[in-house]
C-alpha cells in the first residue's frame, strides 16, 4: 500500500515563501515520475511541476521562475519551493508519484491548502 504525505502548506502574504513536503511510503517502482497538482476553488486540477527519479523537471508557465521542485531518491520525497507567491497561487496542493509497468499506475496525496492573501 502507497501512502503520500503532504505538509508545509499554510496562509502567506503576497510575495512570501512555503515549502511543500511530500514523504511516499510502500513499495514504488524506482524510475517514477513525482509531482505536485493544484485545484482552485471552480476551477480543473492543474500541473505545477514534476520531476523525473533522474532529475529531470518541468513546470507550469505560470509558476516558472518561481517556484523549484526537487527529490530525495533515497527517501521518495519530492519538495516544491514556492517563492513569490501571488494570490492566484492559492490552491488545495497534491502530491502525485507515477510509473509505468505494463500500465500506469499513479497515487495521489490527500491535499495541502495553500492561501496567499494580505
Known amino acids: 500500500q502507497v501512502q503520500l504525505v503532504e505538509s508545509g502548506g499554510g496562509l502567506v502574504q503576497p510575495g512570501g515563501s512555503l515549502r511543500l513536503s511530500c514523504a511516499a511510503s510502500?513499495?514504488?517502482?524506482?524510475?517514477?515520475?513525482m509531482g505536485w497538482y493544484r485545484q482552485a476553488p471552480g476551477k480543473q486540477r492543474e500541473l505545477v511541476a514534476t520531476i523525473r527519479s533522474g532529475g529531470d523537471t518541468d513546470y507550469a508557465d505560470s509558476v516558472k521562475g518561481r517556484f523549484t521542485i526537487s527529490r530525495v531518491n533515497a527517501n521518495n520525497t519530492v519538495y516544491l519551493q514556492m517563492n513569490s507567491l501571488k494570490p492566484e497561487d492559492t490552491a488545495v496542493y497534491y502530491c502525485?508519484?507515477?510509473?509505468?509497468?505494463?500500465?500506469?499506475?499513479?497515487?495521489w496525496g490527500q491535499g495541502t491548502q495553500v492561501t496567499v492573501s494580505s
Open positions: 502525485n508519484v507515477y510509473y509505468t509497468m505494463f500500465r500506469r499506475v499513479e497515487y
Open positions: 510502500g513499495s514504488i517502482f524506482r524510475n517514477n515520475v
